[in-house]
């Protein structure tokens, strides 16, 4: 059973830094790609970040570009998400997620693409 559990989230002041984990087990993440999604309360689930299986190419949403960073550490079987510049706007429940059927960036900017999903964990930012 493939499994993912997240850390890292937490309370931070606005252009404040934090960086979530993602632990996979049951599967390497090297043999997927991994996506971070994020919501907030009374809103759609939202893309943010992506990581290829293969090239380990990486595709942001616009607000994450430049401030955010996703990347994968496969010896660790985990995968990050490395926030800077956090504004309020940011506040929201942040979900891991692992896609293994090869799909394009082009789809895996959308939840459904994704066969596996974390807990979420908790990111506030205040003003």
């Known amino acids: 059973q493939v499994r993912l559990v997240e850390s890292g989230g937490g309370l931070v002041q606005a252009g404040g830094s934090l960086t979530l984990s993602c632990a996979a087990s049951?599967?390497?993440?090297?043999?997927?790609?991994m996506g971070w999604f994020r919501q907030a309360p009374g809103k759609e689930r939202e893309f943010v970040a992506t990581i290829d299986l293969s090239s380990g190419s990486t595709f942001y949403q616009d607000f994450a570009r430049g401030r955010f960073t996703i990347s994968r550490d496969n010896a660790k079987d985990t995968v990050y998400l490395q926030m800077n510049s956090l504004k309020p706007g940011d506040t929201a429940v942040y979900y891991c997620?692992?896609?293994?059927?090869?799909?394009?960036?082009?789809?895996?900017?959308?939840?459904?693409?994704?066969?596996?999903w974390g807990q979420g964990t908790q990111v506030t930012v205040s003003s």
């Open positions: 997620a692992a896609e293994y059927n090869g799909r394009a960036r082009s789809v895996r900017v959308a939840a459904s693409a994704y066969s596996h």
């Open positions: 049951g599967w390497p993440v090297s043999r997927y790609s």
